[in-house]
T-cell receptor, first 114, second 115 residues
């Protein structure tokens, strides 16, 4: 079955720390990969996406993600977090066999200590 | 640009009552999605419309749930009768060209509490 796993439910970091949030999906082939972010009290918005090409994808606000096909992973990274990065982060995957669906991971809540 | 508009933002109702959630997608978007978010199950797709036609409703939990899209600028999600386990945040999202490879733009959500 198609599934998306986010291993960290809650991550707490201090400002300026480096961030890596894990995302794995159940099986490969051609996939589209997304990271969405939900800031407190706001709606989900797209951080970045991967469709093809360079597996290192740059997104907004200094975020990046690396697609590693052999590991079925699409981890999100940021070298130095800010307090304003406090939010919930969702990994999402789109498979061609279920092209009408984006399957979301359970989310990782990121708390940044000022 | 108004973005996806949902109403109401909060709804508190009693078990057995009918609940109607509303969504206005971004103008020009031809795909609309309804999601439900709960602590237990995360973010789940309920139904997907393309050009006002329901394409995939496999995520609709049961017959108590129904969704319509009478025109390109309006959709409703109805729960009748509502139950406490329906308490969740319901999101509407829209995109150009369907889910495959396209960014979805989410509304602010409707927080539903069924007592």
């Amino acid at each position: 079955a198609q599934s998306v796993s986010q291993h960290n439910h809650h991550v707490i970091l201090s400002e300026a720390a480096s961030l890596e949030l894990g995302c794995n999906y159940s099986y490969g082939g051609t996939v589209n990969l997304f990271w969405y972010v939900q800031y407190p009290g706001q709606h989900l918005q797209l951080l970045l996406k991967y469709f093809s090409g360079d597996p290192l994808v740059k997104g907004i606000k200094g975020f990046e993600a690396e697609f590693i096909k052999s590991k079925f992973s699409f981890n999100l990274r940021k070298p130095s977090v800010q307090w304003s990065d406090t939010a919930e982060y969702f990994c999402a995957v789109n498979w061609p066999s279920s092209a009408s669906k984006i399957i979301f991971g359970s989310g990782t809540r990121l708390s940044i200590r000022p | 640009d108004a973005g996806v508009i949902q109403s109401p933002r909060h709804e508190v109702t009693e078990m057995g009552q009918e609940v109607t959630l509303r969504c206005k997608p971004i103008s020009g978007h031809n795909s609309l999605f309804w999601y439900r978010q709960t602590m237990m199950r995360g973010l789940e797709l309920l139904i997907y419309f393309n050009n006002n036609v329901p394409i995939d409703d496999s995520g609709m939990p049961e017959d108590r749930f129904s969704a319509k899209m009478p025109n390109a600028s309006f959709s409703t999600l109805k729960i009748q009768p509502s139950e406490p386990r329906d308490s969740a945040v319901y999101f509407c999202a829209s995109s150009i060209g369907g889910a495959w490879g396209n960014e979805q733009f989410f509304g602010p959500g409707t927080r539903l509490t069924v007592l």
